[in-house]
């Protein structure tokens, strides 16, 4: 998994965490929005860019795994994966490391939207974007997804 994206990392806040001293479940969300901040920057879509071309990334849809629990001053560190890609989506996933550990605290998947923002409107990923995209894409296609990946939440069914 040595191709996958690091591009942000956090120190817990003493304001991010509850009464057990635990990361709030709210700031795991802009933990991983700020990893995506970050991911934007490194496709050719950080401020400047933005301002330039009037195009910018809007979160579809998020899905969220907690799987382990991070206290506060800890650092943590989020590995990106790219999952699949077209004209206008990009489809993501993060996991959360405590440190430079390999165990997982947290997971995080997010469907993006190229938006142009003169409409605003759903556009095609700008050319250098889309370049960027297809170079991740070929680092990324052939790895294996974690199991969360693409996990629906729900009850199961009863049985009679």
Known sequence: MS????????VV???WVDYNNHLNDGYYTVIFSDATTALMAHIGLGP????????TIFTLEMHTNYLLEVKGGVEVRIDTQFLGHDAKRLHIF???????????VATNEQMLLSIDMSGP????WLPDVLARIGAIWQDH???PRHKNAGRAIGLPAKKD
Not at 48 to 55: D, I, M, N, P, V
């Open 48 to 55: 400047e860019q933005r301002a330039a071309t009037h195009h």
């Open 3 to 10: 191709k996958l994206l690091i591009l942000h990392r956090a």
């Open 94 to 104: 993060h996991t959360m490391h405590r440190g430079n550990e390999a165990e997982i």
């Open 13 to 15: 806040q003493p304001g």
């Open 141 to 143: 296609k052939d790895l």
């Open 121 to 124: 409107k759903a556009a095609p």
